[in-house]
């Protein structure tokens, strides 16, 4: 059946598109866009709820990912700022900065605005604005804007992979961290 969260049993969905059972059902399970080891950090998360879908890498190799700690929002964005900073100092790739949580979206969009980016390279993702995407860019977001796209370096905000409690959680940080292609930073606050 579907779900707000999408089709939960993809067996079923052959029945529906094909009439005459002549089709033929592809298991997807290889990650094209991640690092061996963001894969292998993206799995860590998902694999206590489920089985299922625990993709391969490609055995493309690139840096592990990082995870920080913070003992307040201050000091976790304070930090965020200072990386950032130097990340875009020789913009050469895009940057995904994503909220796990709605009330840094204000403190974030503040942060990156005033850092030295083209205007025209600091893009917020909303699905009421249509962007063009720019492969030299720094993109943000909250977590429900993300899904389906790719950037080379992500920030993920808010996010403690310890604290992961269910599946749809687990699911949600998955596709957060999954959104890197080379490097991947998860920055939370234990406050």
């Known amino acids: 059946g579907y779900t707000a969260e999408g089709i939960n049993e993809w067996g079923k969905l052959a029945k529906f598109i094909v009439k005459d059972n002549d089709y033929s059902l592809y298991t997807l399970d290889t990650n094209y866009r991640s690092t061996k080891q963001i894969i292998e950090y993206a799995n860590k998360i998902i694999n206590p709820f489920t089985k299922n879908y625990l993709p391969k890498s490609i055995e493309r190799v690139g840096k592990l990912p990082?995870?920080?700690?913070?003992?307040?929002?201050?000091?976790?964005?304070?930090s965020f700022k200072k990386e950032i900073t130097k990340d875009v100092e020789n913009l050469e790739k895009s940057i995904g900065v994503i909220s796990f949580k709605e009330e840094y979206i204000h403190k974030i969009k503040n942060i990156l605005s005033h850092l030295d980016i083209d205007k025209k390279r600091l893009i917020e993702l909303r699905e009421d604005k249509n962007i063009v995407y720019l492969p030299k860019g720094v993109y943000y977001t909250g977590f429900h804007n993300c899904k389906g796209l790719e950037f080379s370096k992500v920030y993920v905000l808010g996010l403690n992979p310890d604290k992961i409690s269910n599946e749809k959680a687990a699911k949600k940080a998955f596709i957060a961290v999954t959104r890197a292609m080379n490097e991947l930073q998860v920055y939370y606050s234990i406050k």
């Open 66 to 78: 990082e995870t920080h700690s913070f003992n307040s929002d201050d000091e976790m964005l304070k």
